[in-house]
């Protein structure tokens, strides 16, 4: 039997979830919409709110219809005009690509934190799995069908093999605000993503030189230290496995030839950034802590607002319901503002409501 919806405005869960529909009703939201041409609009804020809800609470989508259709009441305090044709409002979603969803979320939580800029930033960079709901000791998937709806294989250690894709988010440190988002088929390893995430915050004017980011021991490759240092010129502070050498690593790293080309020289530019690497990378296990703010992030976002296992049955959609958990994790962090032990405590309890008083 399933839990009925409803809506406790003296729950200070409940009082969060208003804030965040205020925010979502804003105009600002329809703007970036309209902006991302995601159009009809109404229809689309509707489906967006109703798959927002159905993650708050742990929901299927169209039983939240069902419960919204039912009370007028429900209906008025999760800031809907009229009766919702669940079936219309996935064909008008359907349209929208992963990449149209994606650009809307990360403009709109750009919208809801405060800026808070230091000399250089640290951006923290990590991936996860992210399974589908589907059970492969009932169903067999044919390579056509798992090439026609998008699907790969992956496998972790925890899990097994699974069909799924993984998830790279990079977020701020000082703020936990996500800052991009990719989302690829299958278990792709993490030292091949590394190029792609920071060409994506560097194409977002983001990532900026000298900042420094942090990245666990999967995205390890003396490639990838190089290309940070260089091609990026940021600090790639990436944890070393137990067996590599450090002045292996450092020594490979060499000037880049644009450092003679230019007029303005950048060879000083590029020794205060090696500099700054070395003893990074000498004291990387001080960076620990700092790091497991992205961790405990996924943590809230999968186990806390989102679903352990995404209940689609496209590789397109599945990216877009991956994307909207984003949207509400960021939005609730954004509102909560928690330190590193409370945002830990999130992740750890959603139900205990003792980080709701800064809301009030």
């Known amino acids: 039997m399933k839990m009925p919806l ?3 405005k003296e729950n200070p869960k409940c009082i ?3 804030l965040i ?3 979502i009703d804003s105009r600002e939201t329809k703007q970036e919409l309209s902006r991302n041409n995601i159009k009809p609009i109404n229809k689309a804020l509707n489906y967006i709110k109703i798959s927002l809800i159905a993650m708050f609470y742990d929901l299927d989508k169209s039983y939240v219809v069902s419960e919204l259709n039912n009370s007028e009441e429900l209906r008025k305090n999760f800031r809907f005009k009229s009766k919702l044709d669940y079936n219309q409002l996935s064909e008008v979603f359907s349209r929208f690509s992963d990449e149209q969803i994606l650009e809307f979320v990360l403009k709109r939580l750009n919208k809801g934190f405060k800026k808070k800029r230091r000399k250089y930033r640290y951006i923290l960079l990590d991936s996860t799995d992210i399974s589908f709901d589907i059970n492969l000791k009932k169903r ?3 390579d056509e069908e798992m090439k026609e709806k998008g ?3 992956g496998y972790s250690s925890s899990k097994g093999y699974y069909i799924g894709g993984k998830l790279t988010i990079a977020i701020d440190y000082d703020t936990c605000q996500p800052l991009t988002a990719l989302f690829y088929p299958g278990a792709v390893h ?3 993503i590394f190029d792609n995430a920071l060409n994506e915050l560097k194409r977002r004017r983001i990532l900026q030189n000298k900042d420094t980011l942090i990245a666990d021991k999967g995205f390890t490759s003396y490639k ?4 940070g240092l260089t091609r990026y010129k940021i600090v790639p502070l990436i944890f070393p496995k137990e067996n590599m050498d450090k002045n292996k690593i450092l020594n490979r790293l060499s000037y880049s030839l644009d450092c003679f080309k230019d007029k303005i020289p950048k060879k000083q530019v590029y020794k205060n950034l090696y500099r700054r690497l070395k003893v990074l990378l ?4 001080d960076y620990k802590s700092i790091r497991s703010k992205i961790e405990d992030f996924f943590k809230f976002m999968k186990n806390g607002v989102g679903y352990s296992k995404i209940p689609v049955y496209t590789y397109k959609a599945a990216a877009k319901n991956t994307f909207l958990s984003v949207l509400l994790a960021g939005l609730i962090v954004a509102c909560v503002t928690p330190d590193n032990k409370e945002l830990q405590c999130l992740a750890e309890s959603w139900k205990s409501n003792t980080l709701f008083k800064k809301i009030n």
Do not use: A, C, G, R
């Open 6 to 8: 409803f809506h406790d």
């Open 16 to 18: 969060l979830l208003d």
């Open 21 to 23: 529909f205020i925010n």
């Open 140 to 142: 067999y998937y044919s």
């Open 151 to 153: 699907f790969k294989f």
């Open 190 to 192: 993490d030292s091949k």
């Open 224 to 227: 990838n230290y190089e290309l």
């Open 282 to 285: 000498y004291h990387w296990k």
